[in-house]
């Protein structure tokens, strides 16, 4: 079974600059989560789909955040326009039944 | 607000000992915990997940415990190995609407000397 794939695993930007993130989570997971990990820190939590709705946006900065799960299958982080403390791994993650959260690889993002 | 604590952020110890890593949260009303090791430059992968229900799970040479009440959990791993230097993370999960969104601690890097 394939684990969650997430695109690209690094990307360099200039500042103002835009950046998109894919993810396609565990086949069957109707949970998908965001999360975004900063150096020497834990993951904090950006959003959670249940589905095609997100259910928990409270931690995504919005006014240059955005994210969708339109079919309820894979998802997309966006960030436009960039800035530098947006420096960061976004994790994608999707949740299982038994209660295990199953992350991906992460897409490690460096903005100059 | 659910706070995460983990102690010590860095362990080093000789290949062979038995070690403890701990977690502390701050909310005792919990869905459940979770450990999972990161290796540098990957995504997390999940170790062992304890039910609130339950005080305990094994897997292999890992140990976890639960304590609810006093809002504690602690990670055992016997016969440490070189191949188990990575960073150990501890999350738990609330109830209701925040239910399925883990709160992380900060972790603990571990690191097993041959």
């Known amino acids: 079974e394939a684990g969650v794939v997430q695109s690209p695993r690094y990307k360099i930007i200039e500042k103002k600059q835009p950046v998109a993130f894919w993810c396609n989570p565990i086949s069957g997971h109707n949970t998908l989560y965001w999360y975004r990990q900063n150096l020497g820190q834990g993951p904090e939590l950006l959003i959670r789909y249940e589905n095609e709705e997100a259910v928990d946006d409270s931690q995504l900065p919005k006014d240059r955040f955005s994210a969708e799960r339109l079919k309820g299958v894979d998802s997309t982080l966006k960030i436009q326009p960039a800035e530098l403390g947006d420096s960061a791994v976004y994790l994608c993650a999707s949740w299982g039944q038994t209660g295990e959260l199953f992350f991906g690889e992460g897409s490690r993002l460096t903005v100059l | 607000k659910q706070e995460v604590t983990q102690i010590p952020a860095a362990l080093s110890v000789p290949e062979g000992e038995n070690l403890v890593l701990n977690c502390s949260f701050t909310?005792?009303?919990?869905?459940?915990l979770q450990w999972f090791r990161q290796d540098p430059g990957k995504g997390l992968t999940s170790l062992l997940l304890i039910q609130s229900s339950q005080r305990e799970q094994t897997s292999g040479r890992l140990n976890a415990s639960l304590d609810k009440s006093s809002g504690r959990s602690t990670l055992y791993i016997a016969a440490s190995q070189p191949g188990d230097s990575a960073t150990y993370l501890c999350a738990v999960t609330g109830y209701g609407g925040s239910q399925g969104n883990l709160i992380f601690g900060k972790g603990t890097k571990l690191s097993v000397k041959p």
């Open positions: 909310d005792s009303a919990i869905y459940n």
